[in-house]
């Protein structure tokens, strides 16, 4: 039986092979993208929200790479997804646009606890208020960390908000611990895009970020500005007219009072 097993090996492994070149060919999009600290259920939570919309799967370093090796073939430039195959990494197929599918992975993320030795994503705050901590030993542990607290009703309070790690710090264990207590989640947990491979457009696009508010924001400005540059120029459009007819009847009431 053992031989047998071992002689199955091989037809297995070229299967898979032969089945992630073809995935290769037929997809649009072929992301890398990094799972460090995710979860095994967090993990299968993303895959099954892109059921309909993506394939996703986690392979051997060495096998997508000879993937890529065949892919080159008819993919121009695909090889550039090689540099990107490091550890804690998946790869998802898809006829999705490379950013579409970035921003669906956007929304597709879960808050998670910090932990020693990780970077803070921004100043990470404990706010002052009321907590749900009973009175204990916790009262010297937020000592350590300079944090003003009290008791108030037989619950811990905290005095005045306190930065427990700044921007780009590392986030030390008794901070961690703290935080973990207080049911703090500074950490926003899911797939992050690092190369995407542009079928339509033989392209790799580099650590694809999609930042819908930002975005959403400089739209809102742009338009603004376009409003007013309309307005100076008196360009009627349909959001224009209004103020354009209301500006002249302004001049207009102005021009009589000065004949008057």
Known sequence: MASKRTKDIPKKKKNVLVNLIDLIKKSNTVMIVSIENISAPQFQKIKRSLKDQAIVKVIKKTFMLKALEEAKKT??????????????????????????????????????????????PEDIIIEAGQTDLPAGPIISELGKLNIKAGIKAGKITIKESCVVAKKGESINKAAAMILAKLEITPFLIGFVPLAAYDTKQSKVYERIKVDK???????????????????????????????IIAKANQEANIILNLIK
Do not use: C, H, R, V
């Open 75 to 120: 993919k121009k430039d695909i090889e550039g997804l090689e540099k990107w195959l490091e550890k804690g990494f998946a790869i998802i197929f898809s006829n999705i646009d490379p950013f579409e599918l970035a921003s669906i992975l956007a929304d597709n993320k879960f808050p998670s606890k910090a932990k020693a030795g990780q970077t803070a």
């Open 213 to 243: 508010e930002e975005m959403l924001k400089n739209i809102k400005g742009i338009s603004i500005e376009a409003l007013n540059l309309a307005l100076n120029i008196n360009y009627l459009t349909k959001e224009t007219t209004n103020f």
